[in-house]
């Protein structure tokens, strides 16, 4: 059973940061594409950001300039720091590993932005 493991999720004020951080087995990090997704209330899961294991990036237009997400090869470890955060930013996010071999999701973490 492939395990993705997160952290980093919690209650934020608008205009603050967090990192979010998914731990992956390094058979699935090394060869998969690893992206984080969210869920906001009463909202249909959306990509968030996308990375490759060549470090090929992508964004949703609504988090560009405000998050960057990264992988650290050594601790098999993809990233998402998100910045200037904002309360249409509340959502469950997911991590997700996938390849043409199937796809893996982490049990997800709640960011809550709020004052």
């Known amino acids: 059973q492939v395990q993705l493991v997160e952290s980093g999720g919690g209650l934020v004020q608008p205009g603050g940061s967090l990192r979010l951080s998914c731990a992956a087995p390094?058979?699935?990090?090394?060869?998969?594409?690893m992206a984080w997704y969210r869920q906001g209330p009463g909202k249909q899961r959306e990509l968030v950001a996308g990375?490759?294991?060549?470090?090929?990036?992508n964004y949703a237009d609504s988090v560009k300039g405000r998050f960057t997400i990264s992988r650290d090869t050594a601790k098999n470890t993809v990233y998402l720091q998100m910045n200037s955060l904002k309360p249409e930013d509340t959502a469950v996010y997911y991590c997700?590993?996938?390849?043409?071999?199937?796809?893996?999701w982490g049990q997800g973490t709640q960011v809550t932005v709020s004052s």
């Open positions: 990375i490759t294991s060549f470090s090929s990036t």
């Open positions: 390094v058979s699935i990090f090394s060869r998969y594409v």
């Open positions: 997700k590993a996938s390849s043409f071999a199937g796809a893996y």
